[in-house]
């Protein structure tokens, strides 16, 4: 499961003087701050946590950890980052601190779990920040090859090319050992036998099915293939079903080897071919054995490029001139290559030869599973056709001797098929027209005629269905390895078509109806040469390159952060969260609202962090979406005392008591409570058109809860007195108040965790009198702008949510 952040607490770093904890609990959070407010501390800090550097610190003139430090802390006090994740093995902190004159650094994790999901995350892009956005699009083309490259790393190159030869070879394979064409031909041999023709189209084949039939006058026509089951069953006849189960088992058996039969050329072909690859391969050993050695010798050909100046062998420390060990190097490769050519044909032609085996080894064993075979008429026959398993089983066990065993393998002459193996087929002959001369009637012959062909006629379609799949798979295949030729194309081709697509997917959400389309990214070269990446997309009809061509900065930055984020899905496998600061900056209207909802609706399985100074975009179009979907909003503020902080009470304060209430905190949260109770009882007060009596603010201070409550039951009393007897918390909110009024303000009185949880209980169970529950209710406040005057009821604005009320 990939991980997501609990918590991030920070101290003494940037602009956070004192402790400044972001309770998140793996949820997003959307975080406002003006310009100056040091909201950047948090993206600072994660970035320095995770690479151990900060860009925009990145100087010569600039010591990094000093940087870092807030300026107004001791000397003697610790500066640190503090990780919680929903993985609890990988928490951890990070600290800076004086040892004696020089600041240092260190985590306090050390674990393998905690250094594995660090490493693993060196490669992932966790932060964007707005001056980032662009980057990709203004280097060059060179540039944005060497980036990607880095990423997918030059080894996943050569895997994806290997699994790509190996899936389309695969599937070559199976289209050879399957032998398609046989199959089929032998299956339309039977059409011809039964029906008098070879058809390939349903109708056609109905058609001929009714003229069958016709002179029986069954009473009815064959109108779809389904229908071919009610003829057989009109024609079965019950003194006659023995002979036609044994006459329709021989048919299939002869059916079987005769297929099989026809196949000998072919199989013997692909032994014959196998043999001689394996000869090839014994006589020359040894230059195979070589090429174990390929990898070492690539390895001391880097080190004495890159490192080895010396006229002596790196391994053997032996004098040899440099030039001449570079020399013999490059000529043992060259062998070695060729005799990795001479090993790979090898092994794919072993690899044929023993599918080919167990394919026709498997249709042997469905003939020999069938009970029917066991018969004491049929004695002679199973021994026949295990005898055919045998030979085939000899392919088999030729395919498993290892050539450099010493071994020799059967000759080809000495083990083939030949036709004389199949002589018993004679017999079986024999014994159909016997059986059918027993079948007298017409409707038991033509039984068998019309359930023959019907299996034919299918098994054709299955077969063809079949060989459509493979040969599509097979030049789907192939047409992508062709595209792979040079080792770092061949993983960036299959990369990119991926990953342009997530790229125009977003940057399309953001931009609907507009003329910039399919934009995607491309490799730049001729023939085996890659010499960079380039960004091209469609406009009025023409591809266009590059971007900046026609995109404003607006759609600039919309592509950046396309890219952004499609480099999120595709790279981030350990990390779950992401962290964007300021992004939105330069993002015009339009893309501002388009952008919002693209985080919310496509990345719903992440967690965001998301940083602005834009306080149009978080009031009016990102902070609705993320409150419903419980994200954790605040606003960050800054002063000279404490530095940069969060607001003292949460944009959402039923969050904020919630969060502390469970965590067992219970000091000071009087107030809180006291003043949410409040800010309820004023909203129902105000939608239930509840009367008060005035009171000036030195006595209103003391009694608001308590009156508001009091009041609104005086109201409920009036208009409906059956809800104080529905919902006894409306009494029991009344004692709430007054002690959460009292536990507010500066009382001898304790409180105790377990009154505060009761009392936010109560409250919580009041609120949903007033408040509608369903999610979909878009206005869900119980109120009097709803009041039917029919029903007289009050009610929400979908009307689950109604009681009687006396106006």
């Not at 303000?745 to 408040?771: C, M, V």
Request: hydrophobic content about 35%; proline content about 2%.
């Amino acid at each position: 499961m990939a991980t997501k952040i609990n918590e991030i607490s920070l101290k003494g770093i940037r602009g956070a003087k004192d402790t400044l904890k972001l309770p998140l609990n793996g949820k997003s959070a959307l975080l406002y701050g003006d310009n100056g407010t040091g909201k950047s501390s948090i993206s600072d800090s994660l970035e320095w946590f995770f690479t151990d550097k900060v860009d925009h610190l990145n100087s010569l003139e600039i010591d990094l950890k000093e940087a870092l430090r807030n300026a107004k802390i001791d000397a003697s006090e610790t500066s640190e980052v503090k990780l919680s994740f929903t993985k609890n093995k990988v928490d951890a902190t990070k600290s800076i601190y004086y040892k004696k004159t020089k600041l240092v650094s260190e985590f306090n994790n050390t674990s393998e779990d905690f250094n594995k999901f660090y490493t693993n995350t060196k490669n992932e892009n966790l932060i964007l920040r707005f001056k980032k956005l662009t980057n990709f699009v203004d280097n060059t083309k060179t540039e944005k090859l060497k980036y990607l490259s880095e990423i997918i790393g030059f080894s996943e190159v050569s895997k994806k090319k290997e699994v790509l030869q190996k899936c389309y070879n695969a599937v070559k394979s199976e289209i050879t050992k399957q032998n398609f064409e046989g199959q089929k031909s032998n299956l339309q041999r039977v059409l011809i036998e039964k029906i008098g023709a070879s058809i390939s189209q349903e109708q056609n084949f109905i058609d001929k099915l009714n003229e069958k039939i016709k002179p029986l006058n069954v009473g009815f026509e064959i109108k779809t293939l389904e229908d071919i089951d009610k003829v057989l069953t009109h024609l079965t006849s019950p003194e006659n079903n023995k002979l036609n189960l044994e006459l329709a088992f021989l048919e299939s058996i002869q059916n079987s080897l005769t297929l099989l039969k026809s196949e000998i050329g072919f199989i013997n072909s692909e032994y014959g071919k196998y043999y001689l690859e394996f000869e090839k391969i014994a006589l020359d050993v040894q230059s195979i054995m070589q090429t174990f050695f390929k990898e070492l010798l690539n390895s001391g050909k880097n080190v004495i490029a890159k490192y080895h100046k010396e006229d002596s062998c790196p391994l053997c420390l032996q004098p040899k001139n440099i030039e001449e060990l570079q020399s013999e190097l490059s000529k043992r490769l060259e062998e070695i290559e060729e005799s990795s050519k001479k090993l790979n044909d090898f092994n794919k032609s072993k690899t044929l030869v023993s599918e080919i085996a167990l394919e026709r080894a498997k249709r042997i064993d469905v003939l020999l599973l069938n009970p029917d075979i066991n018969n004491k008429e049929n004695e002679v026959l199973k021994i026949e056709v295990q005898k055919i398993k045998d030979k085939i089983g000899a392919f088999q066990i030729a395919s498993t001797i290892k050539v450099t065993s010493g071994e020799k393998i059967s000759e080809p002459e000495k083990i083939n098929l030949v036709e004389s193996d199949f002589d018993f087929q004679a017999k079986i002959s024999e014994r159909i027209i016997k059986l059918k001369e027993a079948l007298k009637n017409n409707s038991t012959i033509l039984y068998n005629e019309i359930s023959s062909s019907k299996e034919a006629f299918l098994n054709i379609r299955l077969i063809e269905k079949q060989k459509s799949i493979l040969e599509n798979q097979q030049n789907s295949l192939k047409i992508i390895y062709d595209e792979f030729i040079k080792k770092q194309k061949e993983g960036l081709e299959n990369f990119i078509t991926t990953f342009s697509g997530k790229i125009n997917e977003f940057y399309q959400f953001m931009n609907p109806n507009e003329p910039f389309q399919e934009i995607k990214i491309v490799t730049i070269g001729e023939d085996d040469e890659l010499n960079g990446l380039t960004i091209e997309y469609k406009y009025e009809g023409n591809w266009v390159s590059p971007p900046q061509k026609y995109f404003s900065e607006s759609h600039l930055n919309c592509f950046g952060l396309s890219f952004f984020l499609a480099s999120v899905i595709a790279f981030n496998k350990e990390s779950k969260f992401v962290v964007l600061d300021d992004v939105i900056s330069s993002f015009d209207s339009t893309h501002r609202k388009k952008f919002a909802d693209l985080i919310i609706e496509k990345f719903n399985d992440y967690q965001f962090i998301v940083l602005t100074h834009e306080r149009e975009w978080f009031e009016n179009m990102i902070k609705p979406l993320a409150k419903k979907k419980g994200w954790y909003i605040n606003e960050i503020k800054w002063s000279e005392d404490k530095g940069t902080h969060f607001d003292e009470t949460p944009s959402e304060l039923k969050d904020f008591i919630e969060h502390n209430l469970s965590q067992g905190i219970s000091n000071g949260m009087g107030n809180p409570i006291r003043r949410y109770m409040e800010q309820k009882l004023k909203d129902i007060a105000s939608n239930t058109d509840t009367k008060m009596v005035f009171r000036f603010n030195e006595i209103n201070e003391h009694r608001m809860c308590y009156e508001l409550i009091t009041s609104l039951k005086s109201t409920i009393k009036i208009t409906n007195k059956d809800l104080l007897v529905t919902y006894p918390v409306i009494d029991r909110i009344e004692n709430s108040a007054q002690i959460g009024n009292t536990l507010s303000h500066d009382n001898p009185l304790d409180s105790k965790i377990g009154d505060l949880k009761a009392i936010w209980s109560d409250i919580l169970e009041f609120e949903k009198i007033f408040y509608c529950q369903e999610t979909e209710c878009k206005k869900p406040k119980v109120s009097l702008k709803n009041y039917d005057p029919v029903l007289k009821t009050i009610r929400c604005g979908c009307g689950k949510t109604s009681y009687n009320w006396k106006v």
